[in-house]
């Protein structure tokens, strides 16, 4: 796993490097400034972003969720101090962990751990809501279609998905696309 790391004071950054070697993780790369945070993302590619601020505002935060893409990858960050609203912007922008107080070597690991388990069980929820929505985007047009049949043929709601399915089967196709390509059609004859 590679790891970015954004740690302004040299010392802190060796320190950290260290705790991150002995935590398991041998692929670190370091950088000293945020200025060019994204073109070192892409350059890196990093698996996950470790970034120490000592007090960012929510310009900063935007900044690093866009150019780290902290829906894309895990990406923690330690302050020195927050307030609640500071908080919830850092949640808002993706960050999967927002530690405030210092980055104490020894706590990195089960940190970024955390991060990484978050940005996951995340992800998954993201992944899941979009299936979700889909499918339900999904049923209203096959609804749509199932209407279009039954007051073209005069048939049940049953019979109209039978043979939307029946359609898709004969076509090698799903039945959403059978039901896209109809309503399609439909609104090509009005």
Do not use: C
Not at 8 to 35: C, F, H, K, N, Y
Not at 63 to 74: E, F, L, V
Not at 120 to 143: C, F, G, N, P, W
Not at 158 to 171: Q, S
């Amino acid at each position: 796993m590679k790891i970015l790391v954004v740690e302004p004071d040299a010392q802190r950054a060796e320190e950290i490097g260290t705790a991150l070697q002995e935590g398991g993780w041998l692929d670190v790369v370091m950088l000293s400034d945020m200025s060019g945070l994204a073109r070192h993302l892409h350059h890196v590619d990093p698996d996950v972003v470790l970034i120490d601020l000592e007090n960012p505002s929510r310009d900063t935060l935007e900044q690093i969720s866009a150019a780290s893409d902290a829906h894309g990858r895990p990406v923690a960050m330690f302050v020195d101090h927050s307030d609640d609203d500071m908080t919830n912007a850092a949640m808002s922008a993706g960050l999967s962990a927002y530690v405030v107080g210092d980055m104490v070597p020894d706590k990195i690991k089960p940190i970024l751990k955390t991060a990484i388990a978050r940005f996951e069980m995340v992800s998954q929820m993201r992944l899941e809501l979009k299936a979700a929505k889909q499918a339900l985007e999904d049923r209203k047009v096959i609804d749509k279609a199932k209407g279009l049949i039954m007051r073209a043929r005069g048939i049940s709601e049953e019979e109209a998905y039978a043979l939307l399915r029946r359609t898709a089967m004969e076509k090698n196709k799903k039945v959403i696309s059978v039901a896209t390509s109809l309503i399609t059609a439909a609104e090509l004859l009005q």
